[in-house]
């Protein structure tokens, strides 16, 4: 009888127990304590050998924190979105599976909706102040959702272009000189083909460039006029399409596969969306040492990578750890080296100490790569619904099946 009052004792204790409060990131001392320990679910994309060696990496300095990172790879970030939906649906809104998650702009946009998000806590993240969103508005709006606090950015992409000067000794620099050129040269350039992401990223650039209604790409498309808003898009894409690469007839699928066209000599001029693009392949003897980069005169389409925590993380606190740790110079400066990975950096220099930024000014970029300042403005991402527009629309008018 004893055990069986104790037991029941100690039920209506537990049950009568407050839920354990969220780690408070202003409170960082008592972050660290509660992050000792921990296992960090790093839900991320797992498609580059580059990018898994820089996660471990990572998991290498959180170890010094007490902290276990476990990278579990996605091929989409969707299928970690609908791991913690699925959870929520369950009602298990505490020891989820999914501490952190690279997250892209449309899947942060569902999250954000649907309540998934743990947060604020990204903007007081300490090595938060080394970057300033005044200057680089992509920190605080992902493809013009503002981020709230509820994700951190930890890497800078933008789309380059890049020419073999061997062949092509001034390249194109706006959507209506690389048409003239094109029909010039036919069969000389092509994209992916969309939904592939650089295909779609072709897409929106040309539409950042030739629509007369810049401001309407911040809304989510229905609220646009559409029809109006696009007509010049697919006026061009109507006038590019023949000159293509086989006539518009096949596409390349990936971004690598438009790299090897270029290295056998099939096309003149590809685009990636890291401005490391080039060297890397030049660096991986995949493209010959004549590559150079350029970009557009009016800025190329960019954005920031980000991480989110969901909202029921087992592992709150060990993941903003990790978030703070992508901040730091050091792992920026690791993960700027092309030698490394190659993205782009989201700290501000002048925010660095004079040893921090002599890091960064000995990193070899090589000659193929633009220097910051060479690659100008950048433009922002439409609002997430324009892409799936866009998409639908694309292969509608011009798909092809081979």
């Given amino acids: 009888m004893k055990t069986v009052l104790a037991a029941t004792a100690t039920a209506v204790a537990l049950i009568g127990l407050p839920a354990a409060a969220d780690p408070d990131p202003t409170d960082w001392d008592a972050v660290l304590a509660e992050a000792r320990g921990q296992t960090v679910y790093w839900n991320a994309w797992g498609g580059s050998d580059v990018v898994n060696g820089f996660i ?17 790879k996605l091929s989409d970030t969707a299928e970690a979105v609908s791991r913690v939906l699925a959870e929520k649906s369950a009602g298990k809104d505490d020891g989820g599976a999914v501490d952190l998650i690279w997250i892209n702009g449309e899947n942060f946009a569902s999250m954000k909706d649907q309540g998934l998000l743990f947060g604020p806590w990204a903007d007081d993240l300490p090595n938060r102040q080394l970057t300033d969103p005044m200057a680089n508005p992509s920190l605080t709006a992902d493809f013009t959702v503002p981020t709230e606090g509820m994700e951190s950015p930890w890497g800078m992409a933008q789309l380059v272009f890049f020419h073999d000067s061997a062949r092509l000794a001034e390249p194109p620099r706006s ?9 010039a040269n036919p069969g000389r350039f092509t994209f992916p083909q969309p939904p592939d992401y650089l295909g779609s990223t072709f897409l929106k650039q040309a539409l950042l460039e030739l629509t007369p209604d810049m401001d309407a790409l911040s809304q989510p498309v229905e609220d646009t006029d559409y029809d109006t808003i696009t007509e010049p898009l697919w006026a061009y894409m109507e006038a590019l399409t023949p000159v293509l690469w086989r006539q518009g007839r096949a ?13 056998d000599n099939e ?6 969306f890291n401005p490391n693009a080039a060297a890397n392949a030049i660096a991986n003897d995949q493209l010959p040492p004549s590559v150079r980069s350029h970009v557009h005169d009016g800025g ?3 954005n920031a990578s980000f991480v989110a925590i969901p909202y029921n993380a087992n592992a709150k606190a060990g993941a903003m750890v990790v978030a703070n740790l ?5 792992a920026q400066a690791r993960m700027s080296d092309p030698a ?10 002048d925010r660095l100490s004079a040893e921090d930024r002599a890091v960064f000014d000995a990193i070899e970029l090589g000659e ?3 220097t910051p300042e060479e690659l100008g403005p950048t433009l922002p991402e439409p609002h997430p619904s324009w892409m799936v527009k866009l998409e639908e629309d694309w292969t509608r008018r011009f798909g092809v099946t081979e």
Wanted: glycine fraction near 10%; proline fraction near 3%; aromatic fraction near 8%.
């Fill in 251 to 263: 596409y390349p699928q990936t971004g690598a596969r438009m790299i090897q066209l270029m290295a």
């Fill in 326 to 330: 992508l901040l730091s110079p050091a």
């Fill in 368 to 370: 193929a790569t633009l």
């Fill in 300 to 302: 190329t389409v960019g």
């Fill in 56 to 72: 471990a990496s990572i998991g290498e300095e959180a170890a010094d924190y007490g902290i276990t990172l476990e990278q579990v």
């Fill in 175 to 183: 959507m209506a000189t690389l048409l003239a050129w094109a029909q």
């Fill in 267 to 272: 096309i003149d001029i590809a685009f990636e």
């Fill in 340 to 349: 490394v990975w190659g993205q782009g950096t989201v700290l501000a220099m």
